[in-house]
């Protein structure tokens, strides 16, 4: 039994390593993210779980190794588990934001378990234990392999091609598609990790094979080659920085000495991602135009704008700048603390869940304390392998694996300052940090608590173990209850009406915890209910209308309820009482009140602002509603939807020459923005400017050929200066958009009777003066 628990450890370690780099299932709605996490908890908890087992029951005692990081590491899980405790969204913090998954307690504390899995099962040199350093990096590299192979396949389309001739997930027929991440640019960062692992193997290497040293070049060639395709900034300044670094302290301490040779392959790596970072050699090579030149990038937030939002964060409350919002609840910080200028930006609708770098993150969602607890992990961690380096009089006098894993640590901790953490990253840096406490070997101490001689003590820690394995069985239980939810919401996205409704319920049903399914499905029954209502025998389905109409409000309230905290919810429980006005008495007071705590989260948002005025307008509270417009256009002066209704408010209350001020206005910054055209023409018309307003309709037909409304206005308005053929034309042409229309066949016989007896009465004119 002992050796078999002693395999469970090992397959599982070994298993995450190879597996969660390339870990995705089509199932769920984010296909990487939320699975790569799955794997995670679940190889880390029965690897953990089979090493306490071992040892309690059938060891009899407890070997612990001590390491100097081990305390920093417990504290830096301790303020974790207290943000989380504390949070604002606590199911964020949990389980991670939904979509990014990867910044919950859930997911740090599965990362903890995985470094002590690391420090205490890894042998070194003499000691042999169920791991070694070097079947784990091996296991990297050819799960490293795996990816950059099926990132190839991607880039150049060739999944594209098998795709037409067999079944696949369709997110790999995508060029972005890659196992690492969601993104090329999550990609790039992984390539630069493993560029910094294999230079670190190269150039330390001591009797390595032909086949061995193969395999390293050609692992090294198509990470570059991919590296260079992709082209993303960012990565080529964590390689250049990370191996500026490592050539310089190894030339200043000539560690290499005769084997300075060595040196040449990061040497050369610095020069091309110096030349990298300011050219773009897809562009030079495929050509501007060309697909590899233009592929699709990922929108991250600035690094000025990270900072802004994470320490104003930090600094709103005591609490906040102690242990920050909460683990997961970047979305929050970014909404409420979002920087104004952001809305000069063409991002300014995204709502960004993760800083731009995981330091920012850290101190947003975390605060100083943990900020500071990561930092004493890093700089502990980075003066051992200073001192480490200094004792190293030549390369061949250091263990093998020692500078490697130092190197790649480095490469990380680089990447930290400049791009966010993933699932795969986040591992990654875990993984190396306790592979390197163990390839030190002399700062870790082993710490033998024994109770043999004390049955008593023995049957209390198999029992405490056996509850633990039971609360691990009915955590894999809730585990796959959310995973099928998560599946039903995913194939709900693929249906309207029933099927979509029977589906999103299921998600509910499965995961009560979940405010995004309970919008999803308020959003489906208020569709159904709108549907319902445009039909002909809405008045026959009053009470299938009130219906629906409840159930959206109900599960629209609930999602709010449980997460009061994101914004998005309110936006959605007002734009429920929004769409219901009509049906529903107290809509609009209701609507109000959910779209000013929307405001609350995130007051620079111009959209809810414009929301706010609608609602006061349909109020008939006029002034109120300008006021919502006008503080709309502050925060976003070219937020057109504002401007359009503002000026139809003016033009409610007869301010017809300031109305179309702000339409004109508007239209001078954003010639070409269609509806703001139409409405100046509609405004010019009912200020009997009829040629001027001919000219607006005529120019929304150009841009929009079938935009119906137009066509039909343009009619209204030749027929007004009297062009009845043009007018005519227009209105054949809104007749064949919608075809039966009866006002427009009535205008069309009455504009031809018109023209038919103008006819007349000039031919008769004209026999009168002939006569």
Not at 127 to 132: A, M, N
Not at 490 to 502: D, P, V
Request: aromatic share 12%.
């Amino acid at each position: 039994m002992q050796k078999f628990l002693n395999n469970v450890v090992k397959c599982s370690v070994y298993a995450l390593v190879f597996l969660l780099p390339l870990f995705f299932l089509p199932f769920s709605y984010e296909v990487f993210e939320f699975n790569k996490q799955y794997l995670l908890f679940f190889l880390t908890t029965i690897a953990a779980f089979a090493w306490l087992a071992k040892m309690v029951i059938y060891d009899k005692e407890v070997r612990f190794r001590k390491t100097s990081l081990d305390v920093f590491v417990l504290a830096f899980l301790g303020v974790g588990v207290l943000s989380a405790v504390l949070s604002v969204d606590k199911s964020s913090s949990l389980f991670g934001f939904y979509g990014r998954f990867s910044d919950g307690l859930i997911s740090l504390l599965s990362m903890g378990i995985l470094y002590f899995l690391v420090t205490n099962n890894v042998g070194v040199g003499e000691d042999k234990r169920t791991l070694s350093i070097g079947g784990i990096l091996k296991a990297f590299l050819w799960s490293s392999a795996a990816a950059v192979t099926a990132a190839y396949f991607s880039v150049f389309g060739i999944f594209a091609r098998l795709g037409e001739l067999i079944a696949m997930p369709a997110m790999m027929t995508q060029r972005t598609f890659n196992m690492i991440s969601g993104s090329l640019e999550g990609l790039s960062v992984f390539l630069a990790v493993v560029i910094g692992l294999l230079v670190g193997l190269m150039t330390t290497s001591k009797g390595e094979s032909k086949k061995g040293k193969l395999g390293y070049w050609l692992l090294l060639l198509a990470s570059l080659g991919l590296l260079l395709v992709i082209d993303f900034t960012v990565a080529w300044i964590i390689l250049l920085v990370s191996l500026f670094l490592f050539v310089g302290f190894s030339l200043w301490k000539r560690i290499f000495k005769e084997n300075v040779n060595k040196l040449l392959i990061p040497i050369l790596l610095v020069i091309i991602a110096a030349v990298s970072i300011p050219t773009s050699l897809p562009q030079m090579v495929f050509g501007e135009d060309a697909t590899l030149s233009n592929l699709p990038r990922e929108q991250v937030l600035s690094q000025g704008v990270s900072w802004q939002v994470s320490f104003d964060s930090a600094t709103d409350s005591v609490k906040n700048a102690l242990l920050g919002s909460g683990l997961g609840t970047f979305h929050y910080d970014f909404s409420k603390h979002k920087p104004i200028e952001v809305n000069d930006s063409w991002m300014w609708q995204i709502r960004f869940d993760r800083a731009g770098n995981h330091f920012a993150g850290i101190l947003a969602t975390m605060g100083f304390f943990g900020l500071l607890s990561y930092l004493a992990i890093i700089g502990i961690f980075l003066m051992m392998g200073y001192l480490l380096m200094l004792g190293i009089k030549n390369v061949s006098e250091a263990y093998p694996f020692q500078i490697p894993l130092l190197l790649v640590f480095l490469v990380l901790l680089v990447g930290q300052f400049v791009y966010y953490q993933n699932t795969t990253l986040g591992f990654a840096f875990w993984l190396i940090l306790g592979l390197s406490m163990v390839s030190w070997r002399k700062p870790v101490k082993e710490k033998v608590i024994s109770f043999r001689d004390f049955p008593e003590l023995s049957l209390i820690l198999s029992t405490v173990v056996i509850i633990l394995g039971v609360a691990i069985l009915a955590l894999y239980f809730f585990g796959a209850k959310f995973y099928l939810a998560d599946a039903n919401y995913n194939k709900a996205l693929s249906f309207l009406g029933e099927e979509r409704t029977n589906y999103l319920t299921k998600a509910v049903n499965l995961n009560p915890y979940s405010s995004r399914y309970r919008v999803a499905l308020s959003r489906t029954y208020l569709y159904d209910a709108i549907q319902e209502m445009d039909k002909e025998t809405a008045e026959q389905n009053t009470l299938r209308i009130q219906t629906l109409v409840a159930k959206a409000i109900d599960e629209a309230r609930t999602a709010a309820s449980m997460q009061e905290n994101q914004v998005t919810n309110w936006e959605n429980l007002g734009v429920v009482y929004r769409e219901i006005i009509g049906v529903a008495q107290g809509a609009v007071d209701w609507g109000i009140n959910s779209f000013e705590k929307a405001l609350e989260y995130e007051p620079t948002n111009p959209v809810l602002y414009t929301e706010m005025g609608k609602l006061y307008s349909a109020k008939g509270e006029t002034e109120k509603a300008k006021e919502y417009y006008t503080k709309a256009k502050e925060v976003k002066p070219d937020y057109a939807e504002a401007t359009i209704q503002l000026a139809l408010l003016l033009e409610s209350v007869d301010v017809m020459d300031e109305a179309i001020t702000e339409i004109e206005a508007l239209i001078e910054s954003d010639p070409f923005n269609v509806e703001a055209l139409f409405q100046l023409g509609r405004l010019y018309f009912n200020n009997n400017r009829g040629k001027e307003a001919i000219d607006q309709f005529k120019m929304v037909t150009l841009l929009v050929p079938d935009h119906s409304n137009a066509h039909y206005s343009l009619g209204v308005a030749y027929a007004s200066q009297n062009e009845r053929e043009l007018a005519i034309e227009e209105f054949e042409r809104v007749l064949e958009l919608n075809p039966g229309n009866q006002d427009v066949i009535q205008k069309i016989r009455d504009l031809r009777e018109t023209s038919a007896q103008e006819e007349e009465e000039a031919e008769a004119e004209a026999e009168e003066e002939e006569e």
